[in-house]
């Protein structure tokens, strides 16, 4: 029997095992208050003409067991609410019925309310309701959009919110603010970048087959962390299902450019670079790593040793070959229940996921620029920088998470949650372009040529519970802890450069120098994170004896990382003209001492300075009220206060530090107009603080773009001021129209900017502090079921959302001065660093359970948006790319589907540009192309 076979009969007994234990089915309601949304802990649910019942625990949640196939009533009643029945719930052998009711106020002198039951909402619909109902401004996208947008992990859901945008596949940006103004947490939990030059988790590292539901709260309360301002944004992992469920799917996507391409960068690699790690393959030899900088071999003075260490790297790989590639892959699963463990509930769910990608682009644009002077209206390009540009990439993401709960009563519940993700990213970089030096007509060309591969490692454990105590006023208590390591690591990072001309006689010419030496990059960060918090939420009774919440409570987070970079350089002795064949400078007869003449030899390079510890605490605490103050209006008020503590020492003995209290007041206003529709207000100050990357002397150098990239300790956090009104509204299930204004004032944000430079000198940039800058911005969103036009259109939805932002900085005189000596007419204003002036995400979904279609068309764009803001020449804007992509799903029968996905396909160019004038000159640019992908989904349910 072979594999196929084993696991199609395996399914086929697991589910005849189902049918044949089944016989009883059980109800599973969920009770919640209907003005406020939230769930109700000890309310009485009881079928009635029977004994059997329970109360809801502090989830809210009634489950019933072991009920025999039939139709019941079921009343629920809570003291000073209405009694409600819930009439004709049917309930089938081997499934779980789930309900969820709202129950009103006792004082509208109903003395019982009588409804027909009817299916749980869906996911999406159950958290439009908690907005409605939330004193928190937020949007937020769940797990059935998922499914119904096509999307594999949490960037990808993310285009689809309000105001949302993601750069480079994987970074946050929050109503066209940069990475540096938007916080993610894990199930409420701190997690860090894995990226040392972004503030910003990266997103896509989180499977969405491990998602419940991502929410984005645009505005700040004392109970979130301080230190966002475009939105926070909180990913939830799956909880454990009422019952038995599993979950299957594989993928395959074909991209003409990277896929069965024999074209394809492919270095060599190790034989687990599949599992998203090196085994060893690229590590430094050891005859290398036991020496440091101060005591590296000297080449005239120890012989044997300069020798052995040119010639200790086994892999001298600097040309990467070419080979062509499978088909993108990916698969995940799933599996969770709830079983019984000392006669209470134990809910656990497993999930693993898997997707190995490859990406090629063969016109690739990388250009820089020389400083211009007054009345010049074309760009020179500056030496060594002009190319045509081929890059390959071949990305792995190993994805593993476990989350278990355990009830041991209706007011005490504990939790355990384990996430791992593992990625590996081979490139493999080639460009070609001329050597311009002083003669703009020079016929020498460049060849640069680079291999990287980044290891990134996240571990991630929380430990959580929740409390409540009856005797205490059901004081509410959650606590967490969660404890993150994450690493990435780049071993053996390699670049070459070299030179060749064409002579009159047609032959071709070869040429390496010292300029650029053949290099070896070694670089490892870690970091820990431990994040502790309690909050507690006390019900009282205020501003004339309505029912109110106090909530308080604390934070303790402490992070630290380290840096460590080696670099490896070759002195080039021999063979400087050589016939194109780069592998001849690193055989052995041309490294270290040949018959007594010193070759080619191992150089270490230290740069003390970009090698540092760092740490930073966090201790925050809150005090906060959730109240009604009047019939239709509520308030929620309160403050945090947070103490940083920043430090950051370098090898050069280059230190950082800040250290501040803030406190960060925030007020909100809901004013409920009727049952469906809100207007809110809000104000409130919150904080950035610089990322270790920004705050780091580190000064690196981008071997491809041509310019260096400097830290400063001297950085300071910024302070922002914010202010929020929405008007929204809730016209039915799943139907949402919203509008918002917001206006948010920076003090001391932290841009990016060029540094004065002489004239052929290289371009240098640092992030800095600016004094000011402001934000005005609106938005709008609808969310439209178009069967109330024609009923011929019910099965469609339309859902769009558009953002606009204008924001200023004022440019300091020193800046002013250096671009007016070429721009007399320049502006003194410019906009913030990296935030784009519009977003639009819009999509057309058909769906048809009956039939088991379901299709969506999406679309979503952004504006253009500031990114290397220069002051010798003109900033360089990154320019807008229309995205829009396909998704067509059929169910083939209960349990499986199978989905078509078509991505890029107006196959956008990404443009980082730079306008004088009328024309217009790339600094980088490149098409990915289109990807067109199928999938096939299974699930088995006891439901």
Known sequence: ??????????????????????????????????????????????????????????????????????????????????????????????????????????????????????????????????QRKSPKLFDAITADQFSRMGVSDAAGAL????????????????????????????????????????????????????????????????????????????????????????????????????????????????????????????????????????????????????????????????????????????????????????????GYILGLSYNRKYSNYTDGVQNAYEGISEGQTTLNRDVHTSSLEQKSEDEVLLGAMFNTSYKFNSNNKIGLSLLTNQSGTSEARYQEGYLLDANPDSTTRLQNRAITYTQRAFRNGQLRGEHVFPRLHNLNVKWSNSFTTSSIKQPDTRMIRNQYTINPQGDTLYYMGNLDRPSRFYRDLKETNNSSKLDFTLPAKLFGGRESKVKFGGLYTYKNRTFRENIYQYNIQANKNFDGDISVFFLDQNLGYVDGVLKNYLMMINIDGNNFDAYQRLLA????????????????????????????????????????????????????????????????????????????????????????????????????????????????????????????????????????RAGGSTSQFQFKNVDKSSLYGAEVEVRKNLGSFAEALKNFRVSANFTYVYSYVNVTPAELLAIRSWDPGASDTRPMYNQAPYTFNGSLSYDNPEKGWESTLSFNVSGKRLIVYQIDLPSIYLQPMPDMNFTLKKDLSKRCSLMFKAKNLLNNTYKEQITLGDNIYYTTKYQQGRTYAITFNYRLSKQ
């Open 159 to 346: 285009k689809k919110v309000t105001g949302v945008t993601i750069e480079s596949g994987k970074y946050v940006f929050v109503r066209g603010l940069g990475d540096r103004y938007s916080k993610s947490v894990l199930n409420g939990s701190d997690v860090p970048s894995l990226d040392p030059n972004k503030n910003s988790v990266q997103l896509d590292l989180f499977p969405t087959n491990l998602i419940d539901n991502i929410i984005v709260y645009k505005t700040f309360t004392p109970d979130l962390p301080g230190d966002f301002t475009g939105g926070l944004v909180d990913i939830t992992t799956k909880d454990f299902p009422t019952s038995f469920n599993l979950t299957f799917s594989l993928g395959l996507e074909y991209n003409p450019q990277a896929n069965f391409n024999s074209d394809f960068l492919a270095p060599k690699g190790s034989p687990t670079d599949f599992l998203g790690y090196d085994n060893g393959f690229r590590a430094l030899p050891k005859e290398i790593s036991q020496y440091s900088a101060s005591d590296f071999p000297d080449p005239y003075m120890n012989k044997t040793e300069i020798t052995n260490v040119s010639r200790a790297f086994k892999n001298r790989q600097f040309n990467p070959g070419k080979a062509s590639q499978f088909l993108n892959h990916s698969f995940s699963f799933s599996v969770g229940d709830q079983v019984k463990l000392f006669n209470k509930p134990l």
């Open 621 to 756: 605490t809150y005090a906060m009220i959730e109240s009604p103050i009047a019939k239709k209006l509520n308030l929620t008020a309160g403050v945090r206060m947070e103490k940083t503590d920043m430090n950051l020492r370098a090898f050069n003995d280059s230190t950082g530090t800040i250290n501040t209290n803030d406190l960060l007041p925030s007020l909100a206003l809901t004013y409920n107009v009727n049952d469906k529709t809100n207007i809110r207000i809000s104000a409130n100050r919150t904080l950035a603080r610089p990322s270790f990357r920004e705050f780091a002397p580190l000064a690196t150098y981008d071997f491809f773009g041509g310019y260096i990239q400097n830290g400063n300790p001297e950085l300071k956090r910024t302070l922002v001021n914010n202010f929020d009104l929405r008007w929204e509204k809730f016209p039915s299930p799943g139907e949402y129209l919203s509008a918002s204004l917001f206006y948010k004032k920076f003090f001391n944000p932290i841009e990016n900017a060029q540094l004065p």
């Open 1 to 130: 029997m072979n594999f196929k076979h084993a696991v199609f009969s395996l399914m086929l007994v697991i589910g005849s095992v189902f049918t044949a234990f089944a016989q009883t089915g059980s109800i599973r309601l969920t009770v919640v208050d209907d003005k406020t949304g939230e769930t109700l802990i000890g309310a009485t649910v009881m079928i009635e003409g029977t004994s059997k019942g329970t109360i809801t625990d502090f989830d809210g949640i009634a489950t019933l067991n072991d009920i025999n196939s039939g139709t019941y009533n079921i009343r629920v009643s809570y003291i000073s609410y209405q009694t409600t029945v819930i009439s004709d719930v049917k309930v089938e052998a081997g499934k779980a019925e789930e309900l969820t009711v709202h129950l009103k106020p006792a004082d509208l002198e109903i003395n019982e309310v009588v409804i027909t039951a009817k299916a749980a909402k869906n996911s999406e619909n159950a958290l439009l309701t908690l």
